[in-house]
């Protein structure tokens, strides 16, 4: 296994980035050599598995066999405010309904404390839906 994550990090960049590996001068222009794994191996959801690190005895060890890939999904992009993951939260205000008071809700119900448990009545259940709605 590589000793270093930062050993890991230069290989992943490596195959999957844009690797400067040599600049050419020419009289006008400069050519830049880059590295990188061939297009077909970079494709698909198995394409970290044929990543190979050299071990420290030297042998060639695939990252599959000290890191786990697995395939989920995630989204496309994350909003920020500054440095802080945020969220828009847009909603429709039924007639009759001051912009204030739908605030005041949305805070009181940011404010909760989540409970997964279920409600010990229905009596209880009906008391905590009569009191976020509109009036």
């Known amino acids: 296994m590589p000793s270093n994550p930062s050993v890991v990090d230069s290989i992943i960049y490596d195959a999957f980035g844009q690797r400067v590996a040599a600049r050419i001068y020419k009289r006008l222009n400069q050519y830049f050599v880059i590295l990188e794994v061939e297009p077909d191996f970079q494709l698909g959801p198995n394409a970290l598995r044929r990543i190979y690190a050299t071990s420290s005895s030297g042998k060639e060890v695939p990252l599959s066999a000290f890191a786990k890939i697995t395939s989920t999904v995630t989204p496309i992009a994350v909003n ?56």
């Open 80 to 135: 920020h405010q500054g440095q802080f993951p945020s969220v828009t939260l847009s909603f429709n205000l039924p007639p009759n309904f001051s912009i204030g008071a739908a605030v005041t809700a949305i805070r009181q119900v940011a404010n909760l404390k989540i409970c997964t448990c279920r409600p010990r009545s229905r009596r209880a259940s009906r008391a905590a839906r009569k009191r976020f709605r509109p009036r």
